[in-house]
């Protein structure tokens, strides 16, 4: 009787251990062929066919939802922004741009993890880059993107969409950012559009621009 006592508890101990050990997973954002998953805090926008973070792969994504294959099973996931009492809130990161020259707003950033200057753009659909600058930053748009084309100040010209995996603008980072690689050297500079801002709090108050991130 009590080999089967302590057969039963081990039993349970392991239960509780597996229970406990496996991943906390969710997805907090949603793009046509990527999602971006957060497995025990730990945030990466995953195309589909790749691997994220604890191994969680990516089997299909879309705007309604993703299906995600956790320690070899397959799980539909919709969009999600629950915390967890395990998981503390995250705070919200503010930044503060000074109007510069000509009322615009600079701001140096980084896409992908490199350096870049962007020029705030509240006109602009999404964040936009010349093909000189994708180059640099190792994005093939050729073959990753999809060609359109975009108008401009000069005209039309031809241009690539793509999924940027970050777009960080002081210490507000937002993951799986929407992008136009326009071919040839304009704009200039990288443009902040509306892809990164419409995913932020932002407000214009005297001369100074206000960013806010959102939970």
């Not at 589909?48 to 294959?69: I, N, Y």
């Not at 320690?71 to 999600?80: K, N, P």
């Not at 093909?131 to 073959?143: H, N, T």
Request: hydrophobic letters at 45%; glycine letters at 12%; aromatic letters at 6%.
């Amino acid at each position: 009787m009590r080999s089967v006592t302590l057969l039963f508890a081990a039993a349970l101990w392991l239960l509780s251990f597996t229970v406990l050990a496996a991943p906390r997973v969710q997805v907090v954002g949603l793009f046509p062929g990527a999602a971006v998953v957060n497995v025990d805090g730990q945030r990466k926008l995953v195309r589909v066919g790749q691997v994220g973070p604890g191994g969680v792969e990516v089997v299909s994504a879309d705007s309604k939802g993703a299906v995600l294959r956790v320690e070899g099973v397959e799980r539909s996931y919709a969009l999600s922004r629950e915390l967890s009492a395990g998981f503390a809130e995250p705070d919200r990161r503010q930044l503060s741009i000074a109007q510069g020259q000509g009322g615009h707003y600079w701001v140096a950033g980084s896409i992908n993890g490199q350096p870049v200057q962007f020029l705030v753009d509240t006109g602009a659909t999404s964040v936009a880059i010349n093909e000189i600058q994708a180059r640099r930053l190792g994005i093939d748009y050729r073959v990753d993107g999809r060609q359109m084309v975009v108008n401009t100040a000069s005209g039309t010209a031809k241009a690539w969409w793509v999924h940027l995996n970050s777009v960080k603008v002081g210490a507000i980072d937002v993951l799986g950012v929407e992008a136009v690689v326009v071919e040839g050297a304009a704009p200039a500079d990288a443009l902040l559009g509306m892809s990164f801002l419409g995913r932020v709090s932002w407000r214009e108050d005297q001369g100074v621009l206000r960013l806010e991130s959102k939970i």
